[in-house]
């Protein structure tokens, strides 16, 4: 079962604009991770925010995360067409060694 | 660094015949995954060693997957038969001991008719 649901599931801007992903998940977590997949590639690792971390920033990306809401967010400033994936956050919950379970994905379009 | 690689990256099979996938990880990761992700949804763990031992397999179908490390370097996982509820990417991952960050591989495109 997936832990993460992944609000919208699909999003469409104008180049510049800023994007908004949401995801919210159900049990107490270690850390929240956000991935990046471009179509028919791998992910690629973006961002990890631990469970005593509020909010950290990686060039025009900026996650938060409440824990009491069990809510966390990734904002991607002045957008570009290279920016159209699909996103997916990722949450350890687990006692031992990590283990991510994945939502299923915010699909970005970036329109020129 | 070289990333993770998977060969092949696609494989078209009829249902009940058998298909392998093989994932080379980065160099020192001994930290390997296994991931099905079905069109649309996001990857879901198989399994996942530590080194050459099996860390977690709780959502690995024993009955018709199976996976192994030897040496604790390359992994195959193995489907025998195929269902058509296959069709999936499989993904492989690895990472460095004791980090939180898993890199991936391109995938294996398995369309099962």
């Known amino acids: 079962s997936q832990q993460g649901e992944e609000d919208p599931q699909a999003l469409s801007i104008q180049e510049g604009e800023n994007a908004t992903m949401n995801c919210s998940y159900k049990?107490?977590?270690?850390?929240l991770q956000w991935y990046r997949q471009n179509s028919g590639r791998g992910l690629v690792h973006l961002i990890l925010i631990r469970s005593n971390e509020r909010e950290k920033h990686s060039g025009r990306l900026r996650v938060t995360l409440d824990t009491s809401k069990k809510s966390s967010s990734l904002l991607i400033t002045a957008s570009r067409a290279a920016d159209t994936a699909s996103y997916f956050c990722?949450?350890?919950?687990?006692?031992?060694?990590?283990?991510?379970?994945f939502g299923q994905g915010t699909r970005l379009t970036i329109n020129p | 660094e070289a990333g993770v690689a998977q060969s092949p990256r696609y494989k078209i099979i009829e249902k009940r015949q058998s298909v392998a996938f093989w994932c080379n990880p980065i160099?020192?990761?001994?930290?390997l995954y296994w991931y099905q992700q079905i069109l649309g949804q996001g990857p879901k763990l198989l399994i996942q060693f530590q080194n050459n031992g099996v860390v977690d397999d709780s959502q690995l179908p024993k009955d018709r997957f199976s996976a192994e490390r030897l040496k604790g370097v390359d992994s195959t996982l193995k489907i025998q038969p195929a269902k058509l509820e296959d069709s999936a990417v499989y993904l492989c991952?690895?990472?460095?001991?004791?980090?939180?960050?898993?890199?991936f591989g391109p995938g294996t495109r398995l369309t099962v008719l």
């Open positions: 991952a690895s990472s460095r001991p004791r980090t939180d960050t898993q890199y």
């Open positions: 049990t107490s977590i270690n850390n």
């Open positions: 990722a949450t350890d919950a687990s006692q031992g060694a990590q283990k991510l379970v």
């Open positions: 160099s020192g990761h001994a930290t």
